[in-house]
Nanobody, 129 residues
Framework: QVQLAESGGGRVQAGASLTLACTMS???????MAWFRQAPGKEREFVAV?????????YADDSVKGRFTISRDTAKNTVDLSIDRVKVEDTAAYYC??????????????????????WGQGTQVTVSS
């Protein structure tokens, strides 16, 4: 039984930097880990994903590009999401998710919530102006 635990959320001022962490336990093989976020009243949306063995990264467009950085520590089974220059619109619950097999050969499939069988409980990030 795999378990994911997020940490690092909280209330921050716009313009600050923030790092979220996700620790995974209970599973030996990981193919990829991702971060999603869900703002009040909106659907959960993809933020970034990193493949475990190669460290390849993919990010959502425009809204996060250039400000968000995903990284992993394979020895500690952790994945971090660093956010620079946070904006009020970054306010959301942030979730980490894990996948244990290669993605199907379909463009942008890694952005789909249904491709990740394991999820954490989320950590809330609230950005004030």
């Amino acid at each position: 039984q795999v378990q994911l635990a997020e940490s690092g959320g909280g209330r921050v001022q716009a313009g600050a930097s923030l790092t979220l962490a996700c620790t995974m336990s209970g599973r030996a093989y990981i193919y990829a880990m991702a971060w999603f976020r869900q703002a009040p009243g909106k659907e959960r949306e993809f933020v970034a994903v990193i493949t475990w063995n190669t460290g390849s990264t993919y990010y959502a467009d425009d809204s996060v590009k250039g400000r968000f950085t995903i990284s992993r520590d394979t020895a500690k089974n952790t994945v971090d999401l660093s956010i620079d220059r946070v904006k009020v619109e970054d306010t959301a619950a942030y979730y980490c998710a894990a996948r244990f097999a290669p993605f199907p050969a379909s463009q942008n499939i890694h952005r789909s919530v249904t491709e990740y069988p394991s999820w954490g409980q989320g950590t809330q990030v609230t950005v004030s102006s």
